[in-house]
């Protein structure tokens, strides 16, 4: 089983930046593709951006140019850096991973809020 914990959520103001942090822990840690997805109250989840073992990166048209993904294998680690922050980035953001049987596992989410 695999558990992931996220953290680094928060309240910022608009143009603000805040980096989400997801640490990857199990006996099957090892991963495909990691994502993140984010969904604002009455709203579908959404898919915001994906990483690959190999490093490929994948981004909503909506947070492109503005966020980055990136992880850090020795720390089993997925990092969201949000830039640019927009009041309609806010919403509870959700860190997943999918291992090489196409298993999905989600962490418990983390809000972000942006606002003045």
Not at 21 to 26: E, F, I, K, P, Q
Not at 57 to 85: C, E
Request: hydrophobic share 35%; proline share 3%.
């Amino acid at each position: 089983q695999v558990q992931l914990v996220e953290s680094g959520g928060g309240l910022v103001q608009p143009g603000g930046s805040l980096r989400l942090s997801c640490a990857a822990s199990g006996t099957r840690a090892s991963f495909n593709l990691m994502a993140w997805h984010r969904q604002a109250p009455g709203k579908q989840r959404e898919f915001v951006a994906t990483i690959t073992s190999g490093g490929i990166t994948k981004f909503a048209d909506s947070v492109k140019g503005r966020f980055t993904i990136s992880a850090d294998s020795a720390k089993n680690t997925v990092y969201l850096q949000m830039n640019s922050l927009k009041p309609e980035d806010t919403a509870v953001y959700y860190c997943s991973l999918r291992d090489f049987f196409a298993r999905d596992y989600w962490g418990q989410g983390t809000q972000v809020t942006v606002s003045s």
